[in-house]
């Protein structure tokens, strides 16, 4: 694991130069961020809160120490914490009707002779997981379609706004394409050992998709899906809108 680690380390310095520090940097701060989200709801502070706090913290490092373009950072960062937003409302009641929320059944065996009386909502414990989880590919997508469209403004600065918009859902479908390979396959790549024991018992597809690990795991992919689609016409929006705004500002 720590060779491993040095590895990274070395290839990610000798690929970004310098700028591998601060990208180092920003990745230790937000694993430290990450772990003590998990801490403090060990100790009994409020989950949706404290994973709200943690989760701008997460959103400011990755844009802000990443992203040298200031206008590029302010407009992902508005729309990460927007889409963010969507995903908790649509979240919230999701969880509450699929009750996927606790332990499954092929964690009883190791449960046997613990106590389940944690001291946490685990309907809001599965909440905030979805939402750290879906962090990531969210800013990744907005960054990445700011960037493109603030190029496009720049070699083009006569476009009007709708122009704008419509270049943002054309560089916008592009990268969600890929972001959703990325999801489809981390769920399967995270749920291959479930579908292996679910064949050695012999599931049937009403207990498939009745199981509560298979069911949190498809949410989870879902939602963050949903997530990254919104993301391109909020993103492209705030786009054409600053633009706007720099016109009518000349």
């Not at 989950?47 to 913290?57: E, G, H, N, P």
């Not at 998709?209 to 069911?215: A, P, S």
């Not at 997530?227 to 909020?234: D, F, H, K, N, Q």
């Amino acid at each position: 694991m720590l060779y491993l680690l040095i590895a990274f380390v070395i290839l990610l310095l000798l690929v970004t130069g310098t700028r591998g520090l601060s990208l180092l940097l920003g990745l230790g701060i937000n694993v430290i961020a990450v772990i003590a989200l998990l801490i403090l709801i060990a100790d009994g502070f409020n989950v949706l809160i404290t994973t709200a706090i943690i989760a701008v913290i997460i959103l400011v490092v990755a844009i802000y120490m990443n992203v040298e373009n200031s206008s590029t950072a302010n407009i992902s960062f508005k729309t990460s914490l927007m889409i963010t937003f969507v995903i908790l409302l649509i979240t919230m009641p999701l969880l509450y009707w699929a009750s996927t929320q606790g332990m499954g059944v092929e964690d009883q065996e190791e449960l046997e002779g613990f106590s389940l009386a944690a001291g946490v909502s685990f309907p809001q414990l599965a909440i905030a997981t979805i939402i750290i989880n879906s962090l990531g590919v969210i800013s990744e997508t907005s960054v990445a379609i700011t960037s493109g469209l603030n190029e496009i403004v720049l070699n083009k600065p006569t476009l009007t706004s709708k122009e704008i918009y419509d270049d943002g859902f054309s560089v916008g479908n592009k990268i969600l394409s890929t972001q959703t390979n990325t999801l489809l396959f981390n769920f399967f790549a995270t749920t291959f050992p479930l579908f292996f024991l679910m064949n050695s018992i012999h599931f049937n597809f009403g207990d498939i998709i009745n199981d509560k690990i298979f069911v949190t795991e498809v949410l989870t992919t879902v939602i963050c899906t949903i997530g990254v689609i919104l993301t391109v016409p909020i993103t492209a929006w705030f786009v054409s809108r600053e633009n706007q705004k720099k016109s009518a500002a000349k």
